[in-house]
């Protein structure tokens, strides 16, 4: 009897309930004499009272989503004439006039052959089919006569079976309600919904007792039960390069390198804990820890879309990720801020004037700006408003910024229920439009705020000149097409006897009172004059770089927008309230069910004290964002703090305790290690949800400083071939940003200064002067910065635009900004080896180590100079091997280059564009200024530098290409 219960509940899994269960294995008891037949041949029928339970929990629910789309939600369009929303027409058939379901007799009804693809396939689509199980229920019910009780007895079998909260097909979780019963009361098992539980931390006193790392506490058991056996302690080198990189980004220098390796050798122990702690009070931890917030939040300096404007102050939201990193500040306040900093200076006003909150319309104090600048997280998406109408364009800010907040903080994307209930998780479509809601007074804007004293002006001086003589040429340029239009346009209002009104006075007159459009202009002209008119617009916009200006967020009254220019309105209407509505299949045009502003009630944690509205929020103009804010940075969220720890952990080994950091549904990954993360997350919450410590937690552990060769590397390909038990450190390939950084600061190069105006180093010249579109017009060519102490800055300050990548970085697998990164892409391509090794910027790179090591190592000392490349790229000394072999590749190539000139390149001073005018299609041409060519310094280039410079480069260019340069173990 247990055997056939097993045999049976492995037949039907989890989709068949228990008192379903105990009825088919009565059945199957009765037949237990014919042992040699299949299950399903061994079900007959079922008790009355057990049929309709099968039919009304399990027949209907399949029914309704596999077969009444086309057989019954529309009563006009029938499929084959076939309804299947009754017993009586599903008895009946369809268009063929035959019997489709005989009660009590499967085999005779071509209903069931059909779900089996037993002659018709229905489903028809190989994705909908019905699994084994799913037709075996239906078999099942129509063996049994195939009951279709009352909605009456439906309801009371549906209310029994949602009595129990919990029972072995699994646990219903309470939300706000789905758009069906079905969905509202449907099962979940346990594992799938483990995200939504609350944070459950081991007891590890005793552990701790001992001074065991908890991380080694719990590792270590696993892999006590895995029978494997955990690498030694990776080399002092190892760790300090590995240490290095991953809190600062950088490569130890050779005095870091040499005095840990004196401490190390006196005591391990001790010298690691002091190195963990100097490298998270280094600056350069906000910088390595910040681009990684940055890959998350998709941080650009442009605004994507047909005309990538840019968002001239976003570089004040990144220098603000980094500055809170550095300073360690609680990572639930860091979400406050962000989501609603502006909200929190509305609160400090409303309590400092006893006055109903509203935003401050001047500018603010230095003080103020921090919390302002922080909320330049809400406009880190891409977004804009041409050729989009503005209700569109509205709902696609909101639904972006929904689903962003959604996986960024709590690992829950949100637009798989944007259309509908989840499919797969507990999240109802009502939750994403009450989360909406919650953000539908917020609107963009750039907005002024003092700049603080810590933020970093270098450059302002320079760079508006520059973009100053940019401004005034497009200006010139424009005027003299709008001048000859507006002389012809004189003309005309004197042939037609009527008064000149110029071109703004009478765009909406009739056509008969009023000139030709672009009256007096060759279609040449017509379109430079769009062009310029957009080159005015993208050069106004760049002078807001310099000003106390921060791309941030107001609320208030949805009105105009135009992405070229977004300003807070004159006047706030503070009795303004949107209406908010679920949008059945995600469009405006279907508004169904009203719903308020709210939180995601699956996580079991109230966002307010009402007992009949728990996940509400207020609905006041002002205070909604807060209120979720508030609800996200929670102690008791389980889904915050869960998600920060586990980044922090898969940016120390390259993977997180759950793989997919940013989904923690049921279609993401499971945790490897679940006691481990919940108490990492609770020890991180009981101590102020604070970074470092949980940084000095992780690199401290047995598991962080293990080697990365395998005691026994079979029996890991067999037991782990993923390593996801940790045994060894698994190595990881630089990031395009510790690429570049890394090379620069080995050929003596990198300028470590922090924060400030994005700068924009050389790039492929081909890429940087192709044209690239814009609406009305060409975008601007990439100008590099002037000299090469501001083009050498570090790589999270260089100029991100959405519309064109850095050639460099994007084939080192730099993310796309469009949508959030949740974990670097590491593939090794083709093309990676080419730039590595043929790319003008590894060239320009290779030259100046070379330069480098011919200032700081004897010039006639071939092995000297060797010895010098090796101690600064790979911190160690060369072998006599190696210095063999590359004194001789040196030798060949300093004949080589003896034998060739390098052909020099100049700087264009301009460009060319060519275009076709869009009314008359007619090709035009015009000037792109290129000025920052006017005062260039630029890099050493192989025609500046002698043949035995050159070699010599070739030797550093092979180093700069090997995996011990690339690499971190």
């Keep these: 009897m247990a055997r056939k219960g097993i045999a049976m509940k492995a037949l039907f899994g989890n989709s ?39 039919f009304t929990l399990e027949v209907l629910p399949l029914l309704k989503v596999k077969c009444f789309g086309c057989h019954g939600t529309d009563p006009e369009d029938l499929r084959g004439d076939y309804d299947l929303t009754t017993r009586d027409a599903m008895i009946a058939g369809g268009e063929s006039g035959e019997v489709a379901l005989v009660p009590g007799k499967p085999e005779d009804s071509s209903l069931y ?160 804990q002091q190195l963990v702690g100097q490298l998270l009070d280094s600056p350069h931890y906000g910088e390595r820890w910040g681009q990684h917030w940055l890959d998350v939040a998709r941080y650009a300096d442009t605004s994507g879309f047909s005309n990538d404007y840019e968002r001239s102050n976003a570089w004040r939201y990144r220098d603000y990720v980094i500055r809170s990193f550095n300073s360690d500040k609680p990572f639930n306040a860091f979400v406050l801020e962000q989501l609603a900093g502006d909200e929190i200076l509305a609160a400090r006003a409303a309590e400092q004037e ?113 973009v100053e003589e940019l401004l005034a040429f497009a200006r010139g340029e424009q005027k003299q097409v709008q001048d000859k239009q507006e002389a012809a346009a004189r003309q005309w209002y004197k042939e037609h006897d009527l008064p000149y009104k110029n071109e703004n006075q009478r765009k909406n007159d009739p056509e008969d009172k009023k000139p030709p459009r672009h009256v007096g202009l060759t279609p040449a002209e017509k379109g430079i004059k769009k062009v310029r008119e957009q080159d005015v617009w993208i050069w106004e916009r760049r002078l807001e770089r310099f000003e106390p200006m921060v791309q941030a967020v107001y609320n208030g009254q949805d009105d105009y927008k135009n992405g070229r220019k977004l300003r807070e309105p004159k006047a706030i209407n503070q009795s303004w309230r949107p209406s908010s509505f679920i949008l059945s299949g995600g469009a405006l045009e279907a508004p169904s069910e009203p719903v308020t502003p709210g939180v995601l009630s699956a996580a079991g944690l109230p966002a307010s004290d009402d007992p009949d509205s728990p996940w509400r929020v207020t609905d006041d103009l002002i205070g909604r964002r807060l209120a979720v804010a508030r609800w996200i940075a929670s102690d008791d969220n389980p889904l915050t703090a869960r998600t920060i720890v586990n980044r922090v952990w898969q940016y120390h080994f390259g993977k997180g305790l759950v793989k997919t950091a940013n989904n923690f549904g049921s279609k993401g990954s499971r945790p490897t290690h679940p006691e481990l993360l919940d108490w990492l997350t609770a020890d991180f919450v009981n101590h102020g949800w604070k970074l470092k410590r949980l940084h000095t937690l992780i690199m401290t552990s047995q598991a962080y400083q293990r080697s990365g060769r395998p005691v026994d590397a079979s029996a890991l390909a067999q037991k782990d071939p993923d390593n996801q038990l940790l045994s060894v450190f698994s190595p990881r390939r630089l990031t395009a940003e510790e690429l570049r950084d890394s090379v620069l600061q080995v050929t003596g190069e990198l300028n470590t200064e922090m924060g400030g105006l994005p700068v924009m180093p050389e790039i492929n010249m081909e890429v940087a ?118 004194s001789d590749y040196l030798k060949k190539m300093q004949a080589y280059h003896r034998d060739v000139t390098p052909e020099k390149v100049e700087y264009p001073r301009f460009v060319t564009r060519s275009l076709v005018e869009e009314f008359t299609g007619k090709p035009f041409e015009f000037i792109e200024k290129l000025n920052v060519y006017d005062g260039y310094t630029p890099d050493a280039k192989p025609w500046t530098v002698d043949a035995d410079t050159r070699a010599l480069a070739d030797v550093c260019l092979l180093l700069l290409n090997s995996n011990e340069f690339l690499f971190v173990y």
């Design 769 to 886: 002067l192709q044209p690239r579109m814009i609406q009305f017009s060409i975008a601007p060519a990439h100008q590099p910065s002037a000299t090469p102490d501001q083009r050498n800055r570090r790589t999270i300050y260089t100029y991100r635009v959405r519309g064109q990548a850095d050639p460099f970085l994007e084939i080192m697998n730099l993310p796309n900004p469009n949508e959030s990164c949740e974990l670097r892409d590491s593939a090794s391509v083709t093309p990676q080896a080419f730039t590595l090794m043929n790319s003008d910027v590894m060239t320009d790179r290779s030259i100046a180590f070379a330069l480098r090591i011919r200032s700081e190592a004897p010039k006639d000392d071939v092995s000297a100079q060797i010895q010098r490349a090796f101690a600064l790229a790979y911190g160690r000394a060369a072998s006599s091997r190696e210095v063999a072999s590359l």
């Design 113 to 272: 052959h059909a779900v089996l693809w037993d002659g018709y396939e229905m489903p028809p689509k190989e994705n909908d089919r019905l699994s084994p199980e799913q037709t075996e229920l239906i078999r099942q019910w129509i063996a049994s006569g195939a009951p279709w009780p009352g909605e009456d007895v439906q309801r009371r079998i549906q209310q029994q079976e949602w009595a129990v909260r919990e029972n072995e097909d699994g646990i219903i979780v309470d939300t706000s309600g789905g758009l069906a019963d079905d969905w509202t009361y449907r099962r979940y098992q346990p594992d799938e919904i483990w995200a939504f539980q609350p944070v459950d931390a081991p007891d590890l006193s005793a552990a701790l007792a001992s001074g065991q790392n908890p991380v080694d506490y719990f590792v270590n058991r696993r892999l006590t039960q895995a029978g494997l056996t955990p690498s030694g302690r990776a080399t002092p080198d190892e760790l300090i390069r590995r240490g290095s990189y991953d809190v600062t980004g950088l490569p130890p220098t050779l005095e870091q390198l040499q005095a840990f390796r004196t401490a190390a050798d006196k005591d391990a122990d001790k010298a690691w």
């Design 354 to 466: 006893d006055s109903p909150a509203g935003l401050p319309q001047c500018t603010l104090d230095a003080a103020d700006s921090e919390l302002l600048i922080a909320t330049g997280f809400l406009r880190m998406g891409p977004w804009g408003t041409a050729m989009i109408p503005q209700k569109e364009a509205r709902q696609i800010y909101l639904d972006d910024l929904v689903h962003n907040v959604g996986q960024t903080f709590l690992a829950m994307p949100l637009r798989c229920c944007k259309c509908h209930d989840h499919k797969f998780d507990p999240l109802p479509t009502r939750d994403y439009y009450s989360f909406y809601a919650a953000f539908a007074t917020t609107q963009p804007a750039e907005r002024k705020a003092e700049f603080l004293g810590e933020e970093n002006r270098n450059g302002f001086e320079p760079g508006k000149k520059q």
């Design 16 to 54: 068949i309930r228990p008192g379903l269960l105990a009825a088919l294995m009565v059945t199957v008891t009765a037949a237990a004499d014919e042992p040699t037949k299949p299950v399903s041949q061994l079900a007959q029928r079922l008790p009355q009272a057990a049929a309709e339970k099968l």
